[in-house]
């Protein structure tokens, strides 16, 4: 995954990116928890006999089905090469299973601009993260957006203005916390 929290590192085209690695390791957990419900169908009707636990079993695992499908619809991450006049973006895929999203080279004239997404981070006391934020391309209609980098800590304000000055393209904020002085 290409994730940029110095937002003094220098970015350079061509620039490589790879922002699927979240999105792949929720839905390798998704299709593991559905392929062992699913060894727990056959076991149970196959090896003991038992319909009211295989009724219970098929129950879990249209459950779990609902919300895989959940997941593979609203994933989002590529992996692909931005250069000076194209974005490259490679067919997303998580173990052999094809995923929803853009693929396919597009120019840069098909985009409009950079825009950054702050993203808040967990509330509760032990759990790992923070704010992070998502660096995406934004196409024109009838082209897709593309996320270039996830970045942390509100570094994605240096790090969109950075891409937008390289591509010459606006940079623009959505969601950014609001700063109360006193």
Same mark, same amino acid.
Request: charged share 20%; proline share 9%; aromatic share 8%.
């Given at each position: ?75 989002? +991450? ?12 490679? *067919? &997303? =895929? #998580? %173990? ?33 993260? +923070? ?12 082209? *897709? &957006? =593309? #996320? %270039? ?34």
């Amino acid at each position: 995954m290409q994730q940029t929290s110095d937002p003094d590192a220098p970015i350079a085209l061509p620039y490589r990116f790879d922002t699927t690695s979240v999105w792949h390791t929720i839905l390798k957990g998704a299709f593991g928890m559905n392929a062992l419900l699913v060894l727990c169908i056959l076991f149970t009707v196959l090896g003991s006999h038992e319909v009211p636990k295989a009724i219970g079993l098929v129950v879990m695992e249209l459950v779990v089905l609902y919300f895989t499908r959940v997941f593979l619809r609203f994933q989002e +991450g590529s992996v692909g090469t931005l250069s000076s006049d194209r974005v490259e973006i490679e *067919p &997303n =895929v #998580v %173990l052999g299973v094809p995923l929803p999203g853009p693929k396919g080279t597009y120019m840069l004239e098909r985009f409009s601009a950079v825009r950054v997404e702050f993203r808040p981070g967990p509330i509760s006391p032990g759990v790992r993260g +923070g704010p992070n934020e998502l660096i995406w391309l934004v196409g024109r209609p009838g082209t *897709p &957006n =593309v #996320v %270039l980098a996830r970045t942390e800590d509100r570094a994605g304000g240096a790090v969109g203005q950075a891409f937008g000055a390289l591509l010459r393209l606006p940079a623009e904020e959505v969601g950014k916390p609001r700063e109360i002085r006193l």
